[in-house]
């Protein structure tokens, strides 16, 4: 028989359904009985006139009912349940896979869980509807984006994982390569590079639902994957990007059913960010804003291109070998009113990149620039980081020699996805929001990974683990 969801049996009064999904509760009454099917649409009480069918079933467990949808007698209904007007009246049940007592409660908020066993059973722990709600606002919300770009004439294309370091500022995962032993594949911080190259392959407008990977230090609410929607566009300017990003963020957070506290987006410049709040990303809600669940964006502009190397970070240690590094991206360009400063080498510390980062309720939740598409401009950056000729030619000689075959002007942006459903559904913590995510110490969902490779493994890739004290 075809499959009904609870949802729709509302709507069957006087008709017999089939529901599939899991007890979430039993009643054993004696002779008869009552179960609560579950599914992702809600919740039914079903009447099971079968002492068998009643002692046979576990909470969790999954089950086939077929049963004739009643409405319930007035003092029966239960007002407090979306389904309380009606109850199934249970004709077969069918045990489709028996659970035994679960290693973790499945009801309730699962905030007081410790982390090891939420993301060891995380399977369980996403049956919370807490979570299915989560995981469905950020599918709802991908959906959103993705239809307003389409619409807007952007191409989504795919960039590879395998790839070669993108020196975005931090320190890249590795793979090894079997065909090119003491070889290595870095893993793509962000699509940066191939998103920019796309432009000068003439996509014009690019978007991608990119997974970032960086080998930063944990914190507790992160992992070291993240995902972002990436963006990239060719023949615009800071202005025109920063208003396509607003529109875009404007209408699928109000479609989400979101409220903003701005229709216009409020800009403050980096030095005036550091002036009033000491950061650069600041929290512009009311305390009864907080307590409505407002979205407060605003754009943050006009940062220092370069900063002095922070000597405590290797990845900056490595990049700012002048003593200098970038403070955002090595692949915007400063300002306009800049080039010359940059092209000479002067005035380092005092120029400024066409950067701009988005900033919502005290977090930073996208950044992007206008990018230096000119290679002699591109060139100047990595001279004012000290790095030689060679270096550079071996870092980003293929940018370059892109740059010269005739590439338009460009610029983009990266959105980060976990921190806009984070905040959209007032979740604390980025790993509320994501399907599988990693422990604080870097250990992966369920899988437990990283593990030991097999000695023979490692043979065939040309490595040899020398064991640290
Ligand atoms: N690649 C940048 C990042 O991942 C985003 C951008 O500038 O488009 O932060």
Redesign the pocket.
């Known amino acids: 028989m075809e499959r009904t969801f609870v949802a729709d049996t509302l709507q069957k009064i006087g008709e017999t359904v089939t529901l599939m999904g899991w007890v979430d509760n039993v009643r054993d009454m004696g002779k008869f009985g009552f179960i609560d099917l579950r599914d992702k649409t809600g919740k039914i009480q079903c009447f099971v006139g079968s002492k068998d069918d009643i002692q046979k079933v576990t909470v969790e467990s999954v089950v086939e009912i077929t049963g004739l949808v009643k409405a319930r007698p007035e003092k029966m209904v239960n007002a407090k349940v979306a389904t309380g007007t009606i109850e199934l009246e249970t004709q077969s049940l069918t045990l489709l896979n028996r659970a035994e007592a679960l290693p973790i409660p499945v009801a309730g908020d699962g905030y007081d869980i410790n982390e090891e066993s939420r993301l060891k059973y995380r399977y369980l722990d996403l049956r919370r509807e807490r979570l299915s709600k989560v995981l469905r606002t950020r599918s709802a919300l991908v959906r959103e984006f993705r239809e307003y770009l389409y619409k807007d004439g952007f191409t989504e294309v795919e960039t590879p994982i395998l790839t070669a370091s993108t020196k ?1 500022g931090s320190r890249d995962f590795v793979v090894p390569s079997r065909m090119n032993p003491g070889k290595f594949y870095a893993l793509p ?4 590079q191939y ?1 920019q190259l796309l432009m000068t392959a003439g996509v014009d407008r690019y978007f991608q639902i990119a997974r ?1 990977i960086r080998d930063e230090n944990l914190r507790a609410d992160r992992g070291f994957e993240h995902t ?1 929607l ?3 566009m060719s023949f615009v300017n800071q202005e025109e990007i920063m208003t396509e990003i607003e529109n875009l963020i404007k209408t699928s957070i109000q479609k989400m059913g979101g409220k903003l506290k701005d229709q216009v987006f409020p800009r403050v410049t980096y030095a005036e960010s550091m002036e009033k709040y000491g950061a650069d990303k600041f929290d512009l809600r009311t305390e009864e804003e907080k307590a409505e669940g407002v979205l407060a964006f605003a754009w943050v502009v006009s940062f220092p291109f370069f900063k002095k190397v922070d000597k405590e970070d290797a990845a900056e240690v490595a990049d700012g070998k002048s003593g200098w590094t970038f403070t ?2 090595p ?2 360009s400063p300002i306009p009113e800049h080039i010359d400063w940059h092209l000479k080498g002067e005035n380092v510390e005092q120029i400024v990149t066409a950067q701009y980062d988005l900033v919502c309720n005290g977090f930073e939740v996208g ?3 206008i990018r230096a598409h000119n290679p002699e401009v591109l060139r100047s950056t990595y001279k004012i980081m000290g790095y030689t000729d060679e270096m550079i030619e071996k870092g980003i000689g293929h940018m370059l020699e892109a740059f010269k075959y005739g590439t338009p002007p460009h610029g ?3 959105l980060g996805i976990d921190r806009l459903v984070m905040l959209l559904c007032g979740e604390a913590s980025l790993k509320e929001t994501i399907a599988f995510p990693m422990s604080y110490t870097g250990r992966t969902a369920v899988m437990n990974g990283p593990s030991e490779l097999d000695p023979n493994f490692l043979k065939e890739l040309g490595l040899e683990v020398i064991k640290k004290n």
Do not use: A, L, T
Request: charged share 20%.
């Open positions: 975005e911080q962000s699509p940066q998103k970032c972002q990436d963006v990239e955002h991206n692949f915007s950044g992007g620039s983009g942006i990266g």
